[in-house]
Nanobody
Framework: QVQLVESGGGLVQAGGSLRLSCAAS????????MGWFRQAPGKEREFVAG???????NYADSVKGRFTISRDNAKNTMALQMNSLKPEDTAVYYC???????????????????WGQGTQVTVSS
């Protein structure tokens, strides 16, 4: 079992930055694919960014060039640096983990095994 806890959400003005963190406990996640998803009210959960165990990364087109995912396997942590935030980035952001040595980053939320509780990000215009 892996427990995931997100932190770092909050309220920020458009154009600002936030850094989300995800701390994993229970098992080392060095062999897991990790991902960030978000869900806005009335919308489906969508892929934001992800990293394989070998740190191959993938980003949703809507966040490319603005968001950066990183992971520290030694510390069992993952981060999402979000710059140039827009009101449409407002959502609950979730950290997710998938077991297995993936060679590509899964982008469907259905392919992840463990989830955090989520952290709210609100971007005001």
């Amino acid at each position: 079992q892996v427990q995931l806890v997100e932190s770092g959400g909050g309220l920020v003005q458009a154009g600002g930055s936030l850094r989300l963190s995800c701390a994993a406990s229970g098992r080392s996640f060095s062999n897991y694919a990790m991902g960030w998803f978000r869900q806005a009210p009335g919308k489906e959960r969508e892929f934001v960014a992800g990293s394989t165990w070998s740190t191959i990364t993938n980003y949703a087109d809507s966040v490319k060039g603005r968001f950066t995912i990183s992971r520290d396997n030694a510390k069992n942590t993952m981060a999402l640096q979000m710059n140039s935030l827009k009101p449409e980035d407002t959502a609950v952001y979730y950290c997710a983990a998938r077991t297995g040595l993936m060679v590509i980053v899964p982008t469907s939320h259905l392919r992840y095994d463990y989830w955090g509780q989520g952290t709210q990000v609100t971007v005001s215009s």
